[in-house]
């Protein structure tokens, strides 16, 4: 009886003990959950209001922490998401295939959230991927026959693949729809010529809707553009004059500026440009301005012009950061860095921006650090960008100008070399290395 009782007693002290350890277990868990949902819910906060401020950088890293804790996260939440990672972009288009891929995501949650299944369209007909845009643009298309940024992608991609008739078909209910739409011409101009379509049909299509918009400078660059397609040069700078004579908008601008340069007509083309930046204070327009000042060298002319804008706190907000850098630049080349404070400035402040963040590099110390080799050397291999990520395609080009400028006054004349981005530093002729094993310097930015 007393070994009955001993056990008895031992196994109701064991199970107070196991009530006591699972409890305090399960109030554990509690608090640690509680927590976990407390600070997801500021990481959820934190990514909304960063966000909202445009810091796209500290928005992706919060709302990413929040949607992996989330077994199926809000559609709006992740395209969000999805939003920012496209601001923080990436070398070989990383940013762009993690966005895709969170799209996918997004429209699988909500197949009828229209503003991700746009966004995936137009990163379909970016990568190219042809199948999968008409696909995409089939699903939109069902919902609303006449929604044009469905039809123009379509149309792309059914020329991609060979069937311009049915491109051209497409695009031409893009042009009812769009009549005005320069780019929507453009596409229909050439499929027109894939499909072997007669050259004079192009220039009535230009005369039909010169007719019904007679003073619309869009209509005359329609005009100046079929007959550029139907190699009638004299004709198409007449029509580009005419459409540049009055006040066209930036975009339409840039369209004529292009078109009389190809054509040849620098001097008309510049002066057009100029003439739109000054009406017009449109960064697109101020950044082919600044690349053709740039071109010619004509730094002198591109400080003054841009150093000092009325509203300089604004402007530098709303400037690219290409212009920010040609201008910054300009300035060290005219020897005039002290002015070039502000800008630097504002380059730096853009931790989104990858191409700022180039910018402030090269603009910086970094390659100044390096001056001391610079004396020794005979060669310098700059590789040369690729068009993987449009906005980072000149940064090499801003190196070779900063070598440029720098080797001018020391005492070798060294070789400045750029190569494909494809070439490494295994590629260079071996008899150029060991010729010289000791004199060359390569730049792979």
């Known amino acids: 009886m007393a070994i009955r009782t001993k056990t008895k007693r031992r196994l109701t002290i064991l199970a107070v003990i196991a009530v006591v350890v699972i409890a305090a277990g399960a109030g554990i868990y509690t608090v640690r959950m509680r927590q976990i949902d407390k600070q997801s819910a500021q990481q959820l906060q934190d990514g909304l209001d960063a966000f909202d401020k445009g810091d796209y950088i500290s928005a992706m890293h919060a709302l990413g922490s929040y949607i992996q804790r989330m077994e199926e996260p809000d559609p709006d939440i992740l395209y969000k998401y999805c939003k920012a990672r496209l601001h923080v972009e990436e070398p070989n288009g990383k940013h762009l295939i993690e966005a895709a891929g969170t799209l996918r995501r997004v429209v699988q949650l909500q197949p009828g959230h229209i503003r991700a299944r746009r966004d995936l369209l137009e990163l379909y007909l970016q990568f190219n991927y042809s199948t999968e845009t008409i696909e995409t643009a089939d699903i939109i298309l069902k919902d609303n026959s006449d929604d044009v940024q469905a039809i123009r992608a379509k149309a792309i991609a059914l020329g991609r693949l060979g069937r311009s008739s049915e491109a051209l078909e497409l695009a031409r209910r893009y042009n009812q729809l769009m009549p005005l739409d320069a780019k929507g011409y453009e596409l229909t101009f050439t499929l027109h010529r894939k499909v ?34 139907a190699n009638m040069q004299d004709e198409a700078i007449k029509w580009c004059n005419s459409a540049a004579s ?5 975009a339409l601008a840039i369209r004529i500026v292009n ?47 841009f150093s000092s804008p009325i509203d300089s706190e604004s402007w530098l907000a709303s400037a690219e950061s290409e212009t920010l850098g040609l201008v910054t630049l300009s300035m060290y080349r005219l020897g005039r860095g002290e002015q070039a404070g502000p800008f630097v400035e504002a380059l730096q402040s853009r931790r989104a921006d990858n191409l700022a963040t180039a910018w402030v590099i090269v603009i910086t110390k970094v390659l100044d650090s390096y001056k ?17 990520n449009y906005r980072m395609v000149r940064v090499s080009q801003h190196v070779i100008t900063y070598f440029l400028l720098t080797l001018k ?30 004199s060359v310097i390569t730049v792979f930015i």
């Open 246 to 250: 009055g006040d066209p908008e930036p």
């Open 409 to 438: 006054n020391l005492p070798l004349l060294p070789v400045i070399i750029e190569v494909d981005n494809k070439l490494n530093s295994k590629s260079i002729p071996t008899a150029l290395v060991s010729a010289a094993p000791m």
């Open 259 to 305: 078109l009389l340069e190809y054509m040849g007509q620098y001097v008309e083309a510049f002066d057009l440009l100029e003439r739109t930046a000054d009406a017009h204070d449109d960064p697109k327009v101020n950044r082919e301005l600044i690349r053709r000042l740039w071109q010619m060298g004509q730094y002198p002319k591109l400080v003054d012009r």
């Open 196 to 229: 072997g379509r007669p050259v004079a049909e192009l220039i009535t299509r230009g005369q039909s809707l010169l007719a019904t918009n007679p003073q619309d400078p869009r209509s005359k660059w329609l005009m100046a553009y079929a007959y550029a397609n």
């Open 372 to 388: 001391e080799y610079y004396r020794q050397a005979h060669f310098f291999i700059i590789e040369r960008q690729v068009p993987t």
